[in-house]
């Protein structure tokens, strides 16, 4: 019972191993078809590239990739097409997909080489150089990859100059700023200073006048209450003097209608005796 037991499992165990092996066998040749049709597919496209026709290459090379994850040509052929056409962000996709499906380090080098081209384009010189170090990694004999990572390293190195440059320019700038704002903070302070000292100086100019002027309206008003004293009634005779009455000229206005009179005379008296030079003859050199 045993032993017909062992052989049932033999045979279980064989037809399993059978049927596992005719299923890779299956997959791998499916895979195979796969690839020979995406293949083809990538000859159509090169054709149509060749006669410059993008969109019949592009479609060819699209559905290549469709067919075939393995074939690592298409993509990289359509990474070379949107390079041509300066749609550097589809191509660097492109170049990156052919990196990762190539299994030589043939196509690894050409993939990440035309990756470092990518971002040289686009002026990002760090990253082309991490690329440009890969290529070399699958093909250290590459001239090419050679110049171009030492190119890129250069640039690097002068772009990050330029922008260490225009920091520091930056810096100066601000650092300027804030000297101007301060400087102009301390002047403003000083002119208030000026203006506060300059005030207080006037002020007690105009205290110390005001003052004499108090000391002598004071010594003016004693030297007239003396006077006053001494003469009553020549102090009201004076304020009358000063104080003219209602409907009287005050002797000031006397003298200046007077002045003004003569003045008048003067004009008139002028014009008569113009009048009598412009009439009187004129008389010859001679008198006969």
């Not at 890129?152 to 700038?173: G, I, P, V, Y």
């Amino acid at each position: 019972m045993r032993k017909d037991m062992n052989k049932i499992g033999i045979v279980f165990l064989f037809a399993f191993v059978c049927l596992s092996t005719f299923a890779q066998e299956a997959d791998v040749k499916e895979k195979e078809k796969a690839l020979k049709s995406s293949t083809n597919l990538t000859w159509d496209g090169n054709k149509a590239l060749s006669e410059d026709n993008f969109i019949a290459a592009e479609v060819d090379y699209r559905k290549a990739i469709a067919k075939s994850p393995d074939n690592s040509v298409a993509p990289y052929n359509l990474g070379n097409a949107y390079y041509a056409n300066e749609t550097y962000n589809e191509a660097f996709g492109r170049f990156k997909e052919a990196g990762e499906a190539s299994t030589s380090k043939e196509e690894k080098h050409k993939a990440y080489h035309n990756m470092g081209n990518v971002f040289m384009k686009r002026k990002d010189y760090a990253k082309a150089v991490e690329a440009y170090k890969e290529a070399l990694r699958n093909n250290p004999t590459d001239e090419e990859t050679r110049y171009n990572l030492a190119l890129a390293k250069e640039l690097l190195k002068k772009d990050e100059e330029e922008k260490k440059q225009n920091q520091d320019d930056k810096d100066k700038d601000k650092e300027n700023q804030d000297e101007n704002k301060d400087q102009d903070k301390k002047d403003e302070g000083d002119n208030e200073d000026k203006k506060d000292k300059g005030d207080e100086g006037d002020k007690g100019d105009e205290g110390d006048q005001n003052e004499e002027k108090k000391d002598e309206n004071k010594e003016g008003e004693g030297d007239n209450k003396e006077d006053q004293k001494k003469n009553p009634e020549q102090g009201d005779n004076q304020q009358e003097q000063q104080q003219p009455r209602p409907n009287q000229l005050s002797k000031q206005q006397v003298e200046n209608l007077l002045r003004a009179m003569q003045n008048a005379e003067k004009k008139v008296q002028d014009k008569i005796d113009a009048k009598k030079v412009k009439g009187a003859k004129i008389k010859n050199e001679k008198d006969w």
